[in-house]
């Protein structure tokens, strides 16, 4: 039995996003991207994505986690976070109280 299994990749449509100029990527966060479609490749997401949307969220993510990006700027450093330990803090999710 023979078969063939083709997969597009997402780098090239990675690329295209770097020349965005609304976007405006810098070379780490595009290397962050990249990094984040390689790890892609340990999941089924090539198989049940395509590779245009893997493209997109690698470099959403990557602008969102990446330390010193635009959009850590407006974030709360986690030591200004204060975090309430009330035991009733989850009933309005349906927690036990």
């Known amino acids: 039995m023979r078969s063939q299994l083709i997969v597009w ?4 449509t990675l690329l295209e996003l770097k020349d965005n ?8 966060e ?13 999941t089924d997401l090539p198989l049940t994505c395509s590779p245009h949307l893997i493209a997109v969220i690698a470099v959403f993510l990557a602008i969102i986690f990446y330390p010193g990006s635009k ?4 974030r709360q450093q986690p030591s ?16 036990r109280p």
């Open 21 to 28: 100029q609304d976007l405006k990527l810098n070379s780490d």
């Open 30 to 42: 595009l290397g962050l991207a990249w990094c984040i479609i390689n790890d892609s490749y340990m």
């Open 80 to 95: 200004d976070v204060q975090i309430s330990m009330e035991p009733n803090t989850f009933s309005s999710m349906g927690g």
């Open 9 to 12: 990749h997402p780098y090239r």
């Open 71 to 74: 959009a850590n700027g407006s």
